[in-house]
């Protein structure tokens, strides 16, 4: 007979009054097909961190930009109760200032139906760096469940896009190898040349 799953926590939680956590992230983040993903390659020791994600030939992640002081404002994850066990559901928001045909044909158009990951970059870090790029998506994708533009919206007739993967296995997945400059690195070797 198969044995039951065992979920144990084996670390102290306390607050670190020196470095208090604080909200937000950059205002520049990285969006990648899923489908190009050639290879995830993971921490022999936590499985929360991975060291490394090649793409497919010709294949890069492109920058996602926004405008304002609170970025991707609304995304989140949350808890979702399931019948066998519980699993994690990632929301991600875009908000996209502009309406011409190119970025219409390449851009909203594809978000619609893909699948795709994305890496956001937290104001709040370690000292190390090991919590500075945050991945989402990487487990089963993220895709839209929602898209709306106002015409005379608060929003500056944006388009405000959310991205959602649900049934993750992980409530966090952070890019990171050796220190914060070797990660760095790799941050960089995944983007797009975009001009």
């Known amino acids: 007979m198969a044995s039951i799953c065992t979920y144990l926590i084996n670390q102290c939680v306390a607050a670190d009054c020196e470095n208090p956590l604080y909200a937000g992230v950059d205002n520049e983040a990285l969006i990648g097909n899923f489908e190009d993903i050639a290879t995830v390659t993971r921490s022999q020791t936590n499985g929360s961190i991975v060291n490394g994600i090649t793409m497919k030939t010709n294949a890069c992640m492109y920058t996602v930009q926004q405008l304002g002081n609170q970025p991707f404002a609304d995304s989140n994850t949350t808890m979702v109760e399931g019948t ?91 890019l990171f190898s050796t220190d914060e400059t070797t990660t760095d690195g790799l941050y960089d070797a995944l983007k797009c040349t975009c001009e």
């Open 84 to 174: 066998y066990g519980n699993r994690v559901q990632h929301e991600i928001h875009l908000a996209i200032v502009d309406n011409g045909p190119e970025i219409t044909e390449n851009v909203i158009d594809k978000l619609l139906n893909g699948k795709f990951f994305v890496i956001l970059t937290n104001d709040y870090r370690h000292d190390n760096g090991d919590n500075k790029y945050q991945i989402y998506g990487l487990n089963k994708g993220l895709k839209c469940t929602a898209m709306e533009r106002q015409f005379y919206g608060d929003n500056e007739s944006a388009y405000i896009i959310t991205l959602t993967e649900t049934g993750a296995s992980k409530t966090g997945q952070f």
